[in-house]
């Protein structure tokens, strides 16, 4: 295994020579063997203590540990520590372990499959492990690609192979790669034994869809690119065998590159809880040296007279060093107010919590098989504080199924159906769709309803023939006929599928290729074109091109690509044509569809020698080749010829515009950021409610330069303020902004409004010195729309929000150009769709259609935030009324650390008595049920102004709990100093007092967290009284005389629980002492719940309500359907639902309910915190002028 992670220089190039092992290993390159553990058995133990220790609170722990083990200062027993946190590391310990272990089996898994290796001439099985750099490599149909190879040979034509890539990209569909020229040839043994070229190429890198390299053999030098390359990960397939040459091997793969840690993200509620524990070490801290400061004075005025009986231990000589040793004395018996116990708990309920969100039946996909995960344990509660959602849009808000809808062909539209009155035909009043039977070939899924296309090809008609031959000749799908005339498409993207489908139906069948050949199927006529060169698509491209040459010789370019950047390439001829397929495209972008444009250009033979030339020494220069081919085929890809436009229509997802709306009432802003253009996205926000007619306005920049988009957000900015002068939703503009000073104006706007920006637009408006602009602008909108971004725009977005807005941010996307994005935000939701699982890789919950998102935050977040903080608030509070006791107690025993409660009952105080009910609660609460969550969007917001667990909610149980302590010691203490027993004897003795405040404690806790409970189970009750009955049985237990028998030394005081408790006097004192504690609460409870519920009490009541009504409604429900407008899109709901959320209707509050809320003045409660909320913050810039926070 010393292989694996053997340290080596860093590389500036990578050189390889095959079959030369001795060559190889003077540059130390990596071995194929992977390690991806982090133990063996060696350093389990010593390393994964060194990693618990980490831990501030571990630490902190160990070290009052050691404090214990000081006889002078401890008064407590070490197991009361230690009992605790030996169990937190044995649990710790015992997860990692199994963890390493499936790692380590893993490991040894894929390290030990076997190869077949060329070592001298003679093809040997090896272990993945034991294979080199330089080593050849012979794979077969179906095996696992070992290392990064240089395809050398394979036993298709012209050295082709076909990989699917799944374990890289998530993308099942084959792909092609093809083995260069000089060695396609080398498929015999003897002749790759002999082979020594040598290949110089980039250093390891994680870049998947990217090689530059040179071959070197024979005193020639070839250049290599990644279409030569076979990955780790992929696996071959309909390729009988292959062979390679390693280039990269185990840790240097590109797979191995790609697996860095994801970065981790802490929630805010984990961020508060680490400042509160250093308060409450301070606050520790402080009553050590007031009780230390006592111990000190005591000593000196009250203990030096009682030296006779009570001598100073021999250490100490003076009553200051009394003191100081009070001071750490009390330090370890104090600790408990934060028990590690914490910390393990609030693990427990995280992972209770997902797995909630992974059973839940109503976020599992049928469809697809495929159920709701969360990625993650440590971000369920801030599922319930989402206040910004950034969506990709193709294949997250729309299904990434592509159906070819429309196309222009030189000038002309097809696509629409009209009636007998020329009237536009909608989808439901359509005639059949055309018949393609005199197509053999056809596929027979494929839909087209205008019949005119079907004539223009049948009638020869030249620009239509050449419209659909580009289709079916400019692209990389892949075909496979398993049957004879079965054709199988295997494309990279659905668009591209649905292209070549199009012009197979429409009698251009594509039916094969080669490396060097395309052979199509026109009108029933096989013809085969030489394929001179794929130009291939990128990011920044934004374009496709081939260059063939057809059976007459001629050689002609075919290109489709964005309208933005094809539109800007053709010949000045085309102007008129232009002109008509501009209004054509923005007619198919305002029905919501996907456009590209296809052109095509004719090439003289000589042009086309010269420029190949030029293409071949760009493709062997060793720097900058990228931008080298780049400037080559943008020097081609000019003066072309305008053919038409295709338009694909995308269907929105189900239940998306519903989604949206809820999420929109509940205060929570969606962003969509897409690649598309402008029209399309607009329509799309449209269609799924986030852009609505009754919008104030749509403000819409297209500045191309920054004085341009300088002054479109600023006159959008003045727009709205102007707006919010004469509207105002009941509120003067001034009476808004009385109380916002630091806080940018546009936050208190009335109206509506929605940013729509493009993506030239964007990168201007991202620049330092505007970014604040548009940040203002944008989160005063309802709703923004970014179109053309690219990846990296798309994270830079959600890294503005989070600079500077204090919000929790989500995003969410379903390919490969939004995990950048996923990872950027604090919360990164991956939708298993069409475009593979990277994003799922990279996110921290996943699942496979948008609308789950509704439920994943309104019901489980909700749920999750609102237990995290009950928990939380009462952890604290039982912890404090526990410890105190002790403060208060050490006034009456002369500050000598003695502790109040016996030292077993410290130590089974948080793992036994308490921790189950209290986990029961954080687990299982609820304070609505789910139905209402979602008719209910408002609930949410508590959790977006972090109202349920803060600094203020922490302080109120900390106040609670030191009153409880007062109450829990000083009562009995009062009662104990004139009882007596039944026999007339004294009743005040340690043991009993310690018995009697103990039982107190355990009782007033359990009925607390009765009342803080609001959704009752059987666990909770088994939990609640089960924690009682276990105390209970352990105190008799301990007081019983077997156990004196069997521990004399330990258990000394036989029978005292039971005479204790047997007096009515104690039972007098536990009773007056729980209603003491707890009737305030109630009382406090009521008068709130009456004079200023919460929505959710509200919620609650009128459900109440609603019950006794029900027999009354029923004669009232309504019978009957409404209409609705017709959709271009094929929703799976009824027509205007979403309008109906965004409306507010359907907050179904009883007339009764919604009288109470209203004239109790509570409705705005949650807009009065975010006021306040907004005054607090401050501008993110420093100044009072360009605040954001509202």
Same mark, same amino acid.
């Given at each position: 295994?010393?292989?694996?992670?053997?340290?080596?220089?860093?590389?500036?190039?990578?050189?390889?020579?095959?079959?030369?092992?001795?060559?190889?290993?003077?540059?130390?390159?990596?071995?194929?063997?992977?390690?991806?553990?982090?133990?063996?058995?060696?350093?389990?133990?010593?390393?994964?203590?060194?990693?618990?220790?980490?831990?501030?609170?571990?630490?902190?722990?160990?070290?009052?540990?050691?404090?214990?083990?000081?006889?002078?200062?401890?008064?407590?027993?070490?197991?009361?520590?230690?009992?605790?946190?030996?169990?937190?590391?044995?649990?710790?310990?015992?997860?990692?372990?199994?963890?390493?272990?499936?790692?380590?089996?893993?490991?040894?898994?894929?390290?030990?499959?076997?190869?077949?290796?060329?070592?001298?001439?003679?093809?040997?099985?090896?272990?993945?492990?034991?294979?080199?750099?330089?080593?050849?490599?012979?794979?077969?149909?179906?095996?696992?690609?070992?290392?990064?190879?240089?395809?050398?040979?394979?036993?298709?034509?012209?050295?082709?192979?076909?990989?699917?890539?799944?374990?890289?990209?998530?993308?099942?569909?084959?792909?092609?790669?093809?083995?260069?020229?000089?060695?396609?040839?080398?498929?015999?043994?003897?002749?790759?034994?002999?082979?020594?070229?040598?290949?110089?190429?980039?250093?390891?890198?994680?870049?998947?869809?990217?090689?530059?390299?040179?071959?070197?053999?024979?005193?020639?030098?070839?250049?290599?690119?990644?279409?030569?390359?076979?990955?780790?990960?992929?696996?071959?397939?309909?390729?009988?065998?292959?062979?390679?040459?390693?280039?990269?091997?185990?840790?240097?793969?590109?797979?191995?590159?790609?697996?860095?840690?994801?970065?981790?993200?802490?929630?805010?509620?984990?961020?508060?809880?680490?400042?509160?524990?250093?308060?409450?070490?301070?606050?520790?801290?402080?009553?050590?040296?007031?009780?230390?400061?006592?111990?000190?004075?005591?000593?000196?005025?009250?203990?030096?007279?009682?030296?006779?009986?009570?001598?100073?231990?021999?250490?100490?000589?003076?009553?200051?060093?009394?003191?100081?040793?009070?001071?750490?004395?009390?330090?370890?018996?104090?600790?408990?107010?934060?028990?590690?116990?914490?910390?393990?708990?609030?693990?427990?309920?995280?992972?209770?919590?997902?797995?909630?969100?992974?059973?839940?039946?109503?976020?599992?996909?049928?469809?697809?098989?495929? #159920?709701? !995960?969360?990625?993650?344990? /440590?971000?369920?509660?801030?599922? *319930?504080? &989402?206040?910004?959602?950034?969506?990709? =849009? +193709?294949?997250?808000?729309?299904?990434?199924?592509?159906?070819?809808?429309?196309?222009?062909?030189?000038?002309?539209?097809?696509?629409?159906?009209?009636?007998?009155?020329?009237?536009?035909?909608?989808?439901?009043?359509?005639?059949?769709?055309?018949?393609?039977?005199?197509?053999?070939?056809?596929?027979?899924?494929?839909?087209?309803?205008?019949?005119?296309?079907?004539?223009?090809?049948?009638?020869?008609?030249?620009?239509?023939?050449?419209?659909?031959?580009?289709?079916?000749?400019?692209?990389?799908?892949?075909?496979?006929?398993?049957?004879?005339?079965?054709?199988?498409?295997?494309?990279?993207? #659905?668009? !591209?599928?649905?292209?070549? /489908?199009?012009?197979?139906?429409? *009698?251009? &069948?594509?039916?094969?290729?080669?490396? =060097? +050949?395309?052979?199509?199927?026109?009108?029933?006529?096989?013809?085969?074109?030489?394929?001179?060169?794929?130009?291939?698509?990128?990011?920044?491209?934004?374009?496709?091109?081939?260059?063939?040459?057809?059976?007459?010789?001629?050689?002609?370019?075919?290109?489709?690509?964005?309208?933005?950047?094809?539109?800007?390439?053709?010949?000045?001829?085309?102007?008129?044509?232009?002109?008509?397929?501009?209004?054509?495209?923005?007619?198919?972008?305002?029905?919501?569809?996907?456009?590209?444009?296809?052109?095509?250009?004719?090439?003289?033979?000589?042009?086309?020698?010269?420029?190949?030339?030029?293409?071949?020494?760009?493709?062997?220069?060793?720097?900058?080749?990228?931008?080298?081919?780049?400037? &080559?085929?943008?020097?081609?890809?000019?003066?072309?010829?305008?053919?038409?436009?295709?338009?694909?229509?995308?269907?929105?997802?189900?239940?998306?515009?519903?989604?949206?709306?809820?999420?929109?009432?509940?205060?929570?802003?969606?962003?969509?950021?897409?690649?598309?253009?402008?029209?399309?996205?607009?329509?799309?926000?449209?269609?799924?409610?986030?852009?609505?007619?009754?919008?104030?306005?749509?403000?819409?920049?297209?500045?191309?330069?920054?004085?341009?988009?300088?002054?479109?957000?600023?006159?959008?900015?003045?727009?709205?303020?102007?707006?919010?002068?004469?509207?105002?939703?009941?509120?003067?503009?001034?009476?808004?902004?009385?109380?916002?000073?630091?806080?940018?104006?546009?936050?208190?706007?009335?109206?509506?409004?929605?940013?729509?920006?493009?993506?030239?637009?964007?990168?201007?408006?991202?620049?330092?010195?505007?970014?604040?602009?548009?940040?203002?602008?944008?989160?005063?909108?309802?709703?923004?729309?970014?179109?053309?971004?690219?990846?990296?725009?798309?994270?830079?977005?959600?890294?503005?929000?989070?600079?500077?807005?204090?919000?929790?941010?989500?995003?969410?996307?379903?390919?490969?150009?939004?995990?950048?994005?996923?990872?950027?935000?604090?919360?990164?939701?991956?939708?298993?769709?069409?475009?593979?699982?990277?994003?799922?890789?990279?996110?921290?919950?996943?699942?496979?259609?948008?609308?789950?998102?509704?439920?994943?935050?309104?019901?489980?977040?909700?749920?999750?935030?609102?237990?995290?903080?009950?928990?939380?608030?009462?952890?604290?509070?039982?912890?404090?009324?526990?410890?105190?006791?002790?403060?208060?107690?050490?006034?009456?025993?002369?500050?000598?650390?003695?502790?109040?409660?016996?030292?077993?009952?410290?130590?089974?105080?948080?793992?036994?008595?308490?921790?189950?009910?209290?986990?029961?609660?954080?687990?299982?609460?609820?304070?609505?049920?789910?139905?209402?969550?979602?008719?209910?969007?408002?609930?949410?917001?508590?959790?977006?102004?972090?109202?349920?667990?803060?600094?203020?909610?922490?302080?109120?149980?900390?106040?609670?709990?030191?009153?409880?302590?007062?109450?829990?010691?000083?009562?009995?203490?009062?009662?104990?100093?004139?009882?007596?027993?039944?026999?007339?004897?004294?009743?005040?003795?340690?043991?009993?007092?310690?018995?009697?405040?103990?039982?107190?404690?355990?009782?007033?806790?359990?009925?607390?967290?009765?009342?803080?409970?609001?959704?009752?189970?059987?666990?909770?009750?088994?939990?609640?009284?089960?924690?009682?009955?276990?105390?209970?049985?352990?105190?008799?237990?301990?007081?019983?005389?077997?156990?004196?028998?069997?521990?004399?030394?330990?258990?000394?005081?036989?029978?005292?629980?039971?005479?204790?408790?047997?007096?009515?006097?104690?039972?007098?004192?536990?009773?007056?002492?729980?209603?003491?504690?707890?009737?305030?609460?109630?009382?406090?409870?009521?008068?709130?719940?009456?004079?200023?519920?919460?929505?959710?009490?509200?919620?609650?009541?009128?459900?109440?309500?609603?019950?006794?009504?029900?027999?009354?409604?029923?004669?009232?429900?309504?019978?009957?359907?409404?209409?609705?407008?017709?959709?271009?899109?094929?929703?799976?709901?009824?027509?205007?639902?979403?309008?109906?959320?965004?409306?507010?209707?359907?907050?179904?509050?009883?007339?009764?309910?919604?009288?109470?809320?209203?004239?109790?003045?509570?409705?705005?409660?949650?807009?009065?915190?975010?006021?306040?909320?907004?005054?607090?913050?401050?501008?993110?810039?420093?100044?009072?002028?360009?605040?954001?926070?509202?």
């Amino acid at each position: 295994m010393a292989l694996c992670t053997k340290k080596r220089p860093p590389e500036e190039e990578r050189r390889a020579r095959a079959n030369d092992r001795e060559y190889n290993e003077k540059f130390q390159y990596a071995s194929n063997c992977i390690k991806t553990s982090k133990y063996n058995i060696v350093t389990f133990l010593p390393v994964n203590l060194f990693e618990q220790f980490q831990e501030v609170a571990n630490t902190y722990f160990l070290f009052l540990l050691i404090l214990q083990l000081i006889p002078q200062i401890s008064s407590l027993s070490w197991f009361t520590t230690i009992v605790p946190l030996a169990l937190v590391l044995t649990i710790t310990a015992v997860k990692d372990a199994t963890d390493d272990y499936f790692r380590h089996k893993s490991d040894n898994q894929v390290n030990n499959r076997q190869s077949q290796v060329l070592i001298s001439g003679i093809l040997q099985q090896e272990q993945w492990m034991n294979v080199r750099v330089g080593d050849i490599i012979k794979l077969e149909n179906n095996q696992f690609v070992a290392a990064d190879l240089l395809l050398l040979s394979s036993s298709e034509p012209h050295g082709l192979c076909y990989i699917e890539t799944a374990e890289l990209d998530g993308e099942t569909n084959m792909k092609v790669r093809q083995a260069i020229p000089v060695t396609s040839e080398l498929g015999d043994i003897n002749k790759l034994a002999k082979f020594d070229g040598e290949v110089i190429c980039e250093p390891p890198n994680n870049k998947l869809d990217k090689f530059s390299g040179t071959l070197y053999w024979k005193e020639n030098k070839f250049p290599l690119s990644n279409q030569n390359m076979l990955l780790r990960g992929c696996v071959l397939r309909n390729t009988e065998w292959c062979f390679g040459l390693v280039i990269f091997a185990g840790p240097d793969t590109k797979l191995m590159q790609n697996s860095g840690r994801t970065k981790f993200k802490r929630t805010s509620i984990d961020r508060l809880m680490n400042t509160l524990v250093l308060w409450i070490f301070g606050f520790l801290v402080c009553m050590g040296v007031i009780l230390a400061i006592g111990n000190a004075i005591w000593e000196y005025e009250v203990g030096a007279r009682f030296q006779v009986y009570l001598p100073w231990d021999e250490a100490v000589d003076s009553a200051f060093f009394s003191g100081f040793l009070s001071f750490w004395s009390y330090i370890i018996i104090l600790n408990t107010v934060v028990p590690i116990s914490l910390y393990v708990s609030v693990e427990v309920i995280r992972l209770g919590h997902s797995y909630f969100i992974n059973w839940d039946k109503k976020m599992y996909c049928v469809k697809k098989r495929t #159920p709701a !995960e969360a990625r993650t344990t /440590t971000l369920n509660e801030e599922l *319930g504080q &989402v206040e910004y959602i950034f969506s990709d =849009k +193709t294949g997250t808000l729309t299904q990434n199924i592509m159906i070819f809808n429309k196309c222009s062909i030189y000038g002309r539209s097809y696509g629409d159906v009209f009636d007998v009155l020329g009237h536009k035909a909608e989808l439901g009043e359509r005639p059949e769709p055309i018949d393609f039977s005199f197509n053999p070939l056809a596929d027979k899924k494929f839909l087209f309803w205008d019949p005119s296309l079907l004539e223009a090809v049948k009638m020869g008609d030249p620009h239509t023939h050449e419209f659909f031959r580009l289709l079916s000749l400019c692209h990389t799908v892949m075909s496979e006929e398993k049957n004879e005339g079965e054709l199988y498409y295997k494309a990279q993207s #659905p668009d !591209e599928g649905a292209l070549v /489908t199009a012009a197979r139906n429409f *009698g251009f &069948v594509f039916r094969s290729r080669t490396p =060097k +050949t395309i052979t199509v199927h026109e009108m029933g006529k096989a013809i085969t074109y030489q394929l001179l060169a794929i130009l291939d698509f990128n990011n920044i491209r934004k374009r496709m091109s081939v260059i063939v040459r057809n059976p007459e010789g001629k050689i002609r370019l075919y290109c489709k690509g964005a309208d933005t950047i094809l539109l800007e390439r053709l010949h000045p001829s085309n102007q008129e044509l232009l002109n008509t397929t501009m209004d054509h495209l923005n007619e198919y972008a305002g029905d919501g569809l996907r456009t590209l444009v296809l052109a095509y250009k004719d090439l003289e033979e000589e042009y086309y020698e010269e420029w190949a030339e030029r293409r071949l020494r760009a493709s062997l220069a060793q720097d900058s080749r990228e931008d080298r081919l780049a400037s &080559v085929y943008e020097e081609v890809e000019n003066d072309m010829m305008l053919l038409g436009a295709t338009a694909i229509e995308d269907k929105l997802q189900q239940g998306v515009p519903e989604t949206i709306a809820l999420l929109t009432l509940a205060n929570i802003k969606i962003w969509v950021l897409t690649g598309d253009k402008q029209e399309t996205a607009v329509n799309i926000g449209y269609s799924c409610k986030m852009l609505t007619d009754d919008m104030t306005e749509v403000f819409i920049v297209t500045g191309h330069t920054v004085l341009e988009v300088r002054e479109e957000l600023r006159k959008a900015r003045e727009k709205m303020m102007e707006s919010s002068r004469t509207v105002g939703n009941g509120f003067s503009y001034q009476e808004k902004l009385s109380s916002s000073k630091l806080t940018s104006v546009l936050e208190a706007i009335a109206g509506e409004y929605a940013l729509v920006i493009n993506g030239h637009s964007l990168a201007h408006a991202l620049e330092a010195d505007m970014e604040l602009e548009f940040l203002e602008t944008a989160c005063a909108c309802k709703a923004v729309i970014c179109c053309r971004v690219t990846p990296l725009q798309k994270a830079q977005v959600v890294e503005l929000v989070k600079k500077y807005k204090k919000a929790v941010t989500l995003a969410i996307g379903d390919g490969a150009n939004d995990v950048s994005m996923i990872k950027t935000a604090h919360i990164g939701v991956g939708i298993s769709g069409q475009e593979g699982i990277q994003a799922v890789l990279a996110s921290d919950y996943s699942f496979s259609q948008f609308k789950f998102l509704q439920r994943l935050l309104l019901v489980h977040g909700r749920w999750s935030y609102l237990r995290m903080c009950k928990f939380l608030c009462y952890f604290f509070y039982k912890n404090f009324a526990f410890t105190m006791v002790h403060f208060w107690f050490g006034f009456f025993c002369g500050f000598s650390a003695q502790t109040v409660y016996d030292q077993y009952f410290i130590t089974l105080y948080n793992i036994v008595y308490t921790s189950l009910p209290v986990l029961a609660m954080g687990v299982f609460d609820q304070d609505v049920p789910e139905q209402r969550s979602m008719e209910y969007p408002k609930l949410y917001e508590p959790g977006q102004l972090n109202l349920l667990f803060n600094k203020r909610e922490f302080f109120i149980c900390i106040a609670q709990g030191i009153y409880t302590s007062v109450l829990m010691f000083f009562i009995p203490y009062g009662v104990f100093a004139e009882a007596t027993r039944d026999d007339g004897t004294q009743l005040a003795d340690y043991q009993s007092f310690a018995v009697t405040v103990a039982t107190s404690l355990v009782i007033v806790v359990s009925v607390q967290i009765g009342l803080d409970t609001g959704y009752w189970t059987a666990i909770n009750h088994f939990f609640i009284w089960g924690s009682l009955a276990v105390y209970f049985a352990i105190l008799f237990a301990m007081h019983s005389k077997g156990l004196f028998e069997m521990f004399p030394n330990q258990f000394r005081f036989v029978g005292n629980a039971q005479n204790t408790l047997a007096q009515p006097t104690v039972w007098f004192t536990i009773v007056l002492t729980t209603v003491v504690c707890i009737m305030p609460v109630v009382a406090f409870r009521f008068l709130k719940l009456d004079l200023k519920p919460e929505l959710s009490d509200t919620v609650r009541y009128t459900q109440l309500v609603r019950k006794k009504q029900k027999a009354q409604h029923r004669c009232m429900r309504r019978v009957g359907r409404t209409g609705s407008r017709r959709s271009g899109y094929a929703f799976s709901h009824q027509e205007g639902f979403g309008e109906l959320i965004m409306s507010g209707k359907n907050m179904r509050l009883s007339s009764l309910a919604l009288s109470s809320f209203t004239t109790r003045s509570s409705s705005s409660w949650i807009e009065t915190l975010r006021r306040k909320k907004s005054d607090s913050a401050s501008s993110p810039s420093g100044g009072a002028e360009k605040p954001l926070k509202g």
